[in-house]
T-cell receptor, first 112, second 114 residues
């Protein structure tokens, strides 16, 4: 099955700085790469996703980049704010089959 | 309101006592799934269902059962719970017409098995 690795597992940044979380995947046929945010005590929610036909997608302060050759994709958060503090999960479901694979999560803390 | 609901939200039980966690969605989604969340291990898929009467194992299916008799419901059954099933459980659903789509998660069920 798919193997999704996510780094770092914890990340602390000063408010206003940028944060970058990286994921690598093993199935070269994967073509959908979502990112979920889970605030403390809450359920995961999709914040952004990208499909393999584009290399980058932006939504206000968040962006995702994809390098299909290297099989990695990254979440970029600019001008971080305290409300960005959460656990972030990447996922890379394989192109064939119906299982869904998440990374192990990154706990982001934005220090005011 | 479009949503995924789970019950109960919290459950403390003892080893071997059968339990069921219910999951229901009102979005007419085809794909439903159960995950468990453990520190350092992220979200791991237990079982998933592509549609009514179609279920399959995820990454960690041992000790769990599921059924999909109606499109909206996807209960998770622990026939003989053990302490290593203590975890936070999430049900999720998505409208998967072609390719992958956003998964909507329920509020979670925190299970403790003594």
């Amino acid at each position: 099955g798919e193997n999704v690795e996510q780094h770092p597992s914890t990340l602390s940044v000063q408010e206003g700085d940028s944060a970058v979380i990286k994921c690598t995947y093993s199935d070269s046929a994967s073509n959908y790469f979502p990112w979920y945010k889970q605030e403390l005590g809450k359920r995961p929610q999709l914040i952004i996703d990208i499909r393999s036909n584009v290399g980058e997608k932006k939504d206000q302060r968040i962006a995702v980049t994809l390098n299909k050759t290297a099989k990695h994709f990254s979440l970029h958060i600019t001008e971080t704010q305290p409300e960005d503090s959460a656990v972030y999960f990447c996922a890379a479901p394989p192109n064939t089959g119906n299982q869904f694979y998440f990374g192990t999560g990154t706990s982001l803390t934005v220090i005011p | 309101e479009a949503q995924v609901t789970q019950n109960p939200r919290y459950l403390i039980t003892v080893t071997g006592k059968k339990l069921t966690v219910t999951c229901s969605q009102n979005m007419n989604h085809e794909y439903m799934s159960w995950y468990r969340q453990d520190p350092g291990l992220g979200l791991r898929q237990i079982y998933y269902s592509m549609n009514v009467e179609v279920t399959d194992k995820g990454d960690v299916p041992e000790g769990y059962k599921v059924s999909r008799k109606e499109k909206r419901n996807f209960p998770l059954i622990l026939e003989s719970p053990s302490p290593n099933q203590t975890s936070l459980y999430f049900c999720a659903s998505s409208f998967r017409l072609a390719g992958w789509a956003e998964q909507f998660f329920g509020p979670g069920t925190r299970l403790t098995v003594l």
